[in-house]
């Protein structure tokens, strides 16, 4: 009994200290950019909703889902009145959006 109680104790604070990030569910507007072009932060262009929260901007990177593919890469433009709904984890230190659902307002 205290070898399993041992051991779920480690296995516990295993999880607790390691870098796993778990999926959350949100809904986002903010603005669509380009993490090459506009942010100036990767080496390839890359869709990046910029959110508004608390006073400071939030960058939730764009995952490649079906969702995403259907808006196509933002590169070099800002497109303002976004929308997504999808999975909000944290990978290689930054917030990475995997949308279920994007909508894109019309162009003028």
Do not use: W
């Amino acid at each position: 009994m205290k070898t399993r109680f041992k051991l779920a104790a480690v296995l516990s604070a295993a999880l607790l200290a390691s870098n796993v990030a778990f999926a959350e569910d949100a809904e986002l507007s903010g603005k669509l950019v380009c993490s090459k072009c506009t942010l100036k932060e990767t080496a390839d262009c890359r869709n990046v909703l910029q959110v508004k929260a608390d006073g400071a901007m939030k960058n939730y990177y764009i995952a490649k889902t079906d969702a995403s593919k259907k808006v196509g890469i933002v590169c070099h433009d800002v497109i303002e009145g976004v929308s997504a709904a999808g999975k909000i984890e944290t990978k290689d230190g930054k917030l990475t959006l995997s949308p279920s659902k994007m909508e894109v307002p019309e162009s003028k």
